[in-house]
Nanobody, 128 residues
Framework: QVQLVESGGGLVQAGGSLGLSCAPS????????MAWFRQAAGREREFVAS????????EYGDFIQGRFTISRDNNRNTVYLQMNVLKPEDTDVYFC?????????????????????WGQGTQGTVSS
């Protein structure tokens, strides 16, 4: 596994924005796929967004409704999540995940099992 470090979480009022970033702690080869998931206490981890491949194919969870944007800097192996128009229900711990190996055809980008390394998570809190 590779150690991933997330940053950018914090407290924001409803309607505000947060920007998250995630990068490996050391030098690594590039990642084929990178993603964000989130989890609140007592709930299952939920897919937020993913970006993969040489053409940066992007997918979002259904709840995003155009409010979040995932992007990445391949030179820095860093993935970003810009979250706008935040709602109190977006309060979660946000985790980044990467796939370092071969992406098997048919693998789902929204599945936790598609990723082999995870960050420790960063808390995002939205007050009403």
């Amino acid at each position: 596994q590779v150690q991933l470090v997330e940053s950018g979480g914090g407290l924001v009022q409803a309607g505000g924005s947060l920007g998250l970033s995630c990068a490996p702690s050391g030098r690594t080869a590039s990642f084929y796929a990178m993603a964000w998931f989130r989890q609140a206490a007592g709930r299952e981890r939920e897919f937020v967004a993913s970006i993969r491949g040489s053409t940066d194919v992007i997918e979002y969870g259904d709840f995003i409704q155009g409010r979040f944007t995932i992007s990445r800097d391949n030179n820095r192996n860093t993935v970003y999540l810009q979250m706008n128009v935040l709602k109190p229900e977006d309060t979660d711990v946000y985790f980044c995940a990467v796939n370092r190996g071969v992406w098997i055809v048919g693998r789902r980008s929204d599945s936790q099992s598609s990723y082999d390394s995870w960050g420790q998570g960063t808390q995002g809190t939205v007050s009403s």
